[in-house]
């Protein structure tokens, strides 16, 4: 079991939600949440591009093993590790629906919705239907409250973060769509740039491919 990876971060893909963190000259990916994302450096490089020369960074993880793949995930801090794994533990949450969930809301924001019953703040993560957030809240009452027993009102949920984390779905809905047409990783961020995420996924789709075609 990796319980832990520090070295050096290498890549951070915001549409991807993942990052890549060079250790011992082995590049580990890690599926990440937007709240642990946004916790750490940028990456940098020397001027020549060729050498990571950014901090050095340490993150807490997961291993998630099926029988066709083996995912790591990674978090900033403990608080977010255990709260994940109290996610998974419910009946139909996966890595997935979790690592949703906990981009939406951080740890003691997570114990303060299910302490107040609010199924609708967490059914607000992409992928999480309101039977699900349904769950989450009956499964782990108890257990969220004594793992954070200080998640207070203070801790009520952002609207910016909803926001954020909507739109992060939106635009990887998006790069997943386009990725399907044939466009590289490359041209899709380049389009994406000064793309808007008010409107609809088909709207930013539409957007990107009017860029491309000017590219």
């Known amino acids: 079991m990796i319980y832990t990876i520090r070295g050096i971060l290498t ?25 642990t994302l ?7 490089f020397t001027p020549s591009g060729d050498t990571a020369e950014g901090e050095t960074v340490k993150v807490y993880t997961y291993m998630a093993v099926k029988e066709d793949a083996v995912e790591l995930f990674g978090f900033a801090s403990k608080e977010e590790l255990e709260a994940f794994k109290l996610l998974i533990s419910v009946s139909g949450v996966g890595p ?17 919705t299910i302490a107040s019953d609010d199924t609708k703040t967490i059914s607000r993560a992409p992928g999480v239907g309101a039977k699900t957030a349904a769950r989450v809240v009956l499964e782990l ?13 203070d801790e009520a949920p952002s609207p910016k ?13 998006a790069q997943d769509a386009l990725s399907v047409l044939g466009y590289s990783r490359s041209e899709i961020a380049a389009a994406m740039k000064n793309v808007s995420t008010d409107g609809s996924v088909e709207d930013i789709i539409r957007d990107c491919l009017a860029a491309l075609m000017k590219q």
């Open 141 to 153: 009452k108890e257990k969220m409250a004594k793992a954070f027993p200080f998640a207070g009102a």
């Open 38 to 44: 946004t916790s750490l450096p940028a990456p940098a």
């Open 161 to 173: 973060k909803e926001k954020a984390a909507v739109d992060k779905s939106k635009l990887k809905d």
């Open 96 to 112: 997935k629906a979790a690592t949703s969930i906990l981009s939406l809301l951080t740890p003691k924001k997570l114990a303060f």
């Open 11 to 35: 890549e951070a893909d915001v549409t991807g939600s993942f990052i890549v963190i060079e250790c011992g000259g082995v590049g580990y990916k890690l599926t990440v949440t937007a709240n």
